[in-house]
T-cell receptor
Framework: NAGVMQNPRHLVRRRGQEARLRCSPM?????VYWYRQLPEEGLKFMVY????????ESGMPKERFSAEFPKEGPSILRIQQVVRGDSAAYFC?????????????FGPGTRLTVT | EDKVVQSPLSLVVHEGDTVTLNCSYE??????LLWYKQEKKAPTFLFML????IEKKSGRLSSILDKKELFSILNITATQTGDSAVYLC??????????????FGQGTRLTINP
């Protein structure tokens, strides 16, 4: 059973470009969470999605950031017009449902560097 | 605002020592507390704690939760160099929108010297 997969693992973008980060949850998991880890900081919640629905995006910056989890295919975190402050590790996690006793399984992360 | 605080932020010990990592929290709608180990990549799950006073154990690692004092500890006995990592404490909090999101502490960077 493959774990959570993320790609690319490393992404370099120039300021002003778009970054697209992909996350394929574990088989059988329909709940996806995105977290961001800035250098020397803990992980911070960004958004929670189920298939075709954004449930909670309270941790997402209001501008330039968007997320989706279509019926088919991976979840996508998109950052438009990237700035240097977007440089971070972006982790995706999945769980089989939203119950309080289910742990979230993390992917290896995408390290975004904005030059 | 929900908050999780870990201490110490950094710890260096010798192989064979026992370490205790601390995690305190102030979170509304608490559901559970989780410990993860993070080496160079994905955080890997260690424990989930939901009830006070019940110790969870896995090999040389153990953890316990105190819901009255809003506190958890992670113990590692007979440490090995492979235990060197960042240990993350996270509290699962239910948001108004229904998300069981994790609120993370800053992590404790543990270094085990041979």
């Amino acid at each position: 059973n493959a774990g959570v997969m993320q790609n690319p693992r490393h992404l370099v973008r120039r300021r002003g470009q778009e970054a697209r980060l992909r996350c394929s949850p574990m088989k059988g998991h329909s709940h996806v969470y995105w977290y961001r880890q800035l250098p020397e900081e803990g992980l911070k919640f960004m958004v929670y999605l189920q298939k075709e629905n954004i449930i909670d995006e309270s941790g997402m910056p209001k501008e330039r950031f968007s997320a989706e989890f279509p019926k088919e295919g991976p979840s996508i975190l998109r950052i438009q017009q990237v700035v240097r402050g977007d440089s971070a590790a972006y982790f995706c996690a999945s769980s089989p449902n939203s119950g309080p006793t289910h742990e979230q399984y993390f992917g290896p992360g995408t390290r975004l560097t904005v030059t | 605002e929900d908050k999780v605080v870990q201490s110490p932020l950094s710890l260096v010990v010798h192989e064979g020592d026992t370490v205790t990592l601390n995690c305190s929290y102030e979170v509304t709608n608490f559901r559970s507390l989780l410990w993860y180990k993070q080496e160079k990549k994905a955080p890997t799950f260690l424990f989930m704690l939901t009830s006070s006073g019940i110790e969870k154990k896995s090999g040389r690692l153990s953890s316990i939760l105190d819901k009255k004092e809003l506190f958890s500890i992670l113990n590692i006995t007979a440490t090995q160099t492979g235990d060197s990592a960042v240990y993350l404490c996270a509290v699962k909090s239910a948001s108004i929108q229904g998300a069981q999101k994790l609120v993370f502490g800053q992590g404790t960077r543990l270094t085990i010297n041979p």
